[in-house]
């Protein structure tokens, strides 16, 4: 299955135009690249698949969105799935 999974930007790097993301309680480097019209900014929470955030969303939609996943018990994919969002071996990404 395909996931979209909430995340908030806890940090952001111009110059890589990406972003250190809290993802389910994992930090991952998630790429802002299709997003950049929407000016992302530190404390916005987004909408991320496969390592690329596809749109801002609120803070209700990505609770819900987190409460759907329990619900349908795609936790553990969606777990699994963060695992992959680093880009590179100085990402500062944490397992």
């Known amino acids: 299955m395909c996931l979209a ?13 990406n972003a250190a993301v809290d993802v389910m309680g994992a930090r991952r480097q998630v790429s802002l690249e299709l ?5 992302p900014a530190v404390g916005d929470w ?6 690329f955030a596809m749109s801002k ?5 990505a609770e819900e969105q987190l409460r759907v996943l329990a619900v349908l018990g795609e936790e553990a994919e969606a777990r699994e799935e963060v695992h992959g969002y680093t880009f ?8």
Do not use: C, M
């Open 5 to 17: 999974i909430p995340g908030q930007i806890e940090s952001l790097d111009a110059e890589s135009r």
């Open 35 to 39: 997003i950049l019209d929407e000016r």
């Open 88 to 95: 590179g071996p100085d990402s500062g990404a944490t397992p």
């Open 57 to 61: 969303i609120s803070p209700e939609h």
């Open 46 to 51: 987004v909408l991320i698949h496969v390592g």
